[in-house]
């Protein structure tokens, strides 16, 4: 079946450079995406979320691109600070989809000093 | 979480027991879901409820249970059928499908 993933388990990045987290998607129908981000013990953080008919948004210090053409999905974030240490996970729509959103299984994001 | 409260933080079961977690909003949502995270693994959906007294069986429902008489609650029961319930437990809640889901603080559940 479709199903979300991630490329990297595990993601170590020096305090203030960028990070980048990456998500492949398997569904062409997909039409909507999110980021989580999840600290340990926590329910998962909205971070930013994008439609299909988008190819780029951005936040406070991130930014999501979207391309549909290879199904894959990043997410950016500009000058790390430890407290971005987290696992972040993406989630995907189906349209007509009884299972409602599909998670990846995340990404450890880990700032170093 | 925010408008999302799930009570209680860490909850022990002993074997043959029901116990039943509590999430409760005040976001005005009309879908409420419960997904449950094992260590290093995606959530996967138990249940969900798009309006009041309505709900449908996610992926992993058996041993489960779950009630929406009103639009602000959707407690989940773990039964005693459920036998590896030890899990991080997650109750969200969004405007429906194909919209943002957001998430409570979750319930840690353990068997002594």
């Known amino acids: 079946g479709e199903s979300v993933g991630l490329h990297l388990p595990t993601l170590s990045v020096q305090e203030g450079d960028n990070s980048i987290i990456n998500c492949a998607y398997s569904n062409s129908a997909s039409d909507y995406f999110i980021w989580y981000k999840q600290e340990s013990g926590k329910g998962p953080q909205f971070i930013i979320d994008i439609r299909s008919n988008m190819d780029k948004r951005q936040g406070q210090r991130v930014t999501v691109l979207l391309n549909k053409t290879v199904k894959h999905l990043s997410l950016q974030i500009a000058a790390t600070q430890p407290g971005d240490s987290a696992v972040y996970f993406c989630a995907e729509n189906m349209p007509g989809s009884a299972r409602q959103l599909t998670f990846g299984s995340g990404t450890q994001l880990t700032v170093l000093p | 979480d925010g408008g999302i409260t799930q009570s209680p933080k860490y909850l022990f079961r002993k074997e043959g027991q029901n116990v039943t977690l509590s999430c409760e909003q005040n976001l005005n949502h009309d879908a409420m879901y419960w997904y449950r995270q094992d260590p290093g693994q995606g959530l996967r959906l138990i249940y969900y409820?798009?309006?009041?007294?309505?709900?449908q069986k996610g992926d992993i429902a058996e041993g489960y249970s779950v009630s929406r008489e009103k639009k602000e609650s959707f407690p989940l029961t773990v039964t005693s059928a459920q036998k590896n319930p030890t899990a991080f437990y997650l109750c969200a809640t969004g405007q429906g499908r194909g919209e943002t889901q957001y998430f409570g603080p979750g319930t840690r559940l353990l068997v002594l």
């Open positions: 409820s798009q309006i009041v007294n309505d709900f």
